[in-house]
């Protein structure tokens, strides 16, 4: 990897910086608080959800693993529903993929980013029912909020 981010800009909790107010908000129609969830198997996750349209995006600071975007290959492919290699996020390798089933490939998508060749930092939007009947691709949507959460990352990084 040619400019991976130093392992310091996960040490944090997600809902911590992972994304601002005013991303949220554009993101959710609505300015949310962060819903800490230190449970998550791989490392601390944040919740973001509009209860009001159903829609909600969520960022995984992978930690607790150290394989890099290459786990998510070995681990979530082979059950994926949707697997699309992205090109370059702001210069770092990334996949969009879900491993729901028919209908929950449309309203949902993870993204997931080698930020260095040991660490991932997962993105995730469950689209609202109003956004999944006028046929966007939540993958695109996840697409949106990996920009910010990675431009957040670099900026943190001071890169």
């Not at 230190?38 to 600071?61: F, M, T």
């Not at 150290?66 to 529903?81: C, E, I, R």
């Amino acid at each position: 990897m040619q400019d991976p981010l130093p392992d310091s800009v996960v040490s944090g909790h997600p809902c911590d910086g992972a994304l601002t107010s005013a991303q949220v908000e554009k993101l959710l129609s609505k300015e949310l608080p962060g819903d800490h969830d230190d449970q998550a198997a791989l490392g601390p996750q944040c919740h973001w959800i509009n209860s009001d349209v159903g829609a909600g995006v969520s960022v995984l600071y992978a930690t607790k693993v150290s394989d890099g975007l290459s786990a998510v290959y070995s681990n979530t492919k082979p059950q994926a529903t949707v697997w699309r290699p992205l090109p370059l996020i702001m210069g770092l390798p990334a996949v969009a993929h879900s491993t729901y089933g028919n209908g929950g490939s449309k309203s949902f998508c993870q993204i997931s980013v080698g930020i260095s060749d040991r660490q991932v930092v997962a993105i995730s939007v469950n689209l609202s029912p109003a956004k999944v009947s006028s046929n966007t691709d939540p993958c695109e949507a996840a697409g949106k909020a990996a920009d910010m959460v990675i431009g957040n990352l670099k900026q943190k990084a001071g890169s």
